[in-house]
């Protein structure tokens, strides 16, 4: 059994760690453990034989591996915290002056999840880039025969690849806008705008290809003078996706209804601001889709979207956009009768 003073020791450096730590002896009984190794695994197991006290067989095995080759064992540990699957990298460490072995739970579970977003970012976008990359090469390689024999089935392969290739193009403006709003998503705007000289650069913009779908906008602006801190571009960028997306996806023959409000102090931002919502006639979106709408690529309808020359980014840039300024996107819709998108910013950013 161990001296005494060298557990003290031993119990005095791991109660200043923040880590979970067991430490076990010789005689497979833990001899420390500190609070963090309590809260994660639900009870003190000090003096308690080591099976009996974790019960858990992933992490028994590995005890019993570093005991046996006396060196150092690592192993993967899911748990369930607050009720969240968070995942553990477990070192079991042989010391061969004090023969015990040292449990160490480091917490990889961002890590973890920012590996799998960069594993599923890369899929999504080599899913998206191939799709139009295969159509592509398809008609170039059956357009070398029919050009000469058949110039109107030419022509139309040619306008499928015009717009096969204007599909890849938007999709890659899109995620160099959206990695470049993502670096600068913690340095706050310091030029002061004006939203509706925005809005109204917009409108003039949006309004002839809203026409030509027989789709009519109205603008209402009850804010007498928006002025905020914020970057113009973004701005302006989060503008025409709203007002793009109500054009896309409200339906040819849709209204549009374009609205510009003061608020007094607003229960997400914590102060007065202004909202500015995006609101359509369309066929709205069912409630389970909403809470997923500004992840990437996620379309509730994939093959309107690709059709509409959506890139699945749209709203994600706009979210991002949003939180630099210190601001939100709110979504309500009610399937059949229309969606309204709607952003909200601080009058002023502290």
Do not use: C, W
Request: charged fraction near 25%; proline fraction near 3%.
């Amino acid at each position: 059994m161990m001296n005494m003073d060298y557990i003290s020791v031993i119990d005095n450096f791991v109660e200043t760690v923040s880590t979970p730590i067991i430490v076990i002896d010789d005689r497979s009984y833990v001899i420390s453990s500190n609070k963090a190794a309590v809260d994660l695994l639900g009870s003190d197991f000090k003096d308690r034989h080591f099976y009996v006290a974790i019960r858990q067989p992933l992490i028994i095995n590995l005890v019993e591996n570093a005991f046996t080759a006396k060196g150092n064992e690592k192993e993967n540990f899911y748990k369930t915290v607050s009720g969240v699957e968070r995942t553990y990298e477990v070192t079991a460490e042989y010391s061969s002056e004090l023969k015990i072995v040292s449990l160490s739970f480091y917490d990889t579970t961002d890590a973890v999840q920012a590996n799998q977003m960069r594993r599923d970012f890369v899929a999504n976008v080599s899913h998206e880039l191939k799709s139009p990359l295969t159509s592509i090469l398809g008609f170039i390689e059956t357009l070398s025969g029919v050009i000469k024999s058949n110039p109107l089935k030419a022509n139309e392969f040619l306008r499928v690849m015009e717009r096969e290739s204007l599909r890849m193009s938007s999709l890659i403006d899109d995620l160099l806008g959206l990695s470049r709003v993502e670096a600068a998503e913690k340095q706050l705007p310091t030029e002061q705008v004006n939203l509706s000289e925005i809005m109204r650069e917009v409108l003039e913009i949006l309004t002839p290809t809203a026409a030509k779908r027989n789709i009519s906008i109205k603008y209402v602006q009850d804010a007498s003078d928006p002025l905020i801190m914020g970057d113009y571009s973004q701005i302006v960028q989060v503008f025409t996706n709203l007002l793009q997306n109500a054009i896309k996806y409200g339906g040819d023959g849709n209204k549009i209804k374009v609205t510009m409000n003061s608020i007094e102090y607003h229960k997400v931002l914590l102060k007065n601001g202004y909202k500015v919502s995006f609101e359509d006639t369309g066929i709205g979106i069912e409630e389970h889709h909403l809470a997923r709408l500004t992840e990437r690529f996620y379309r509730v309808d994939d093959h309107r979207s690709r059709n509409e020359g959506g890139t699945g980014l749209g709203l994600s840039i706009v979210k991002h956009i949003m939180a630099r300024h210190n601001g939100r996107l709110l979504i309500e819709s009610d399937p059949g009768s229309g969606s309204e998108f709607s952003v909200i910013f601080p009058d002023r950013i502290n």
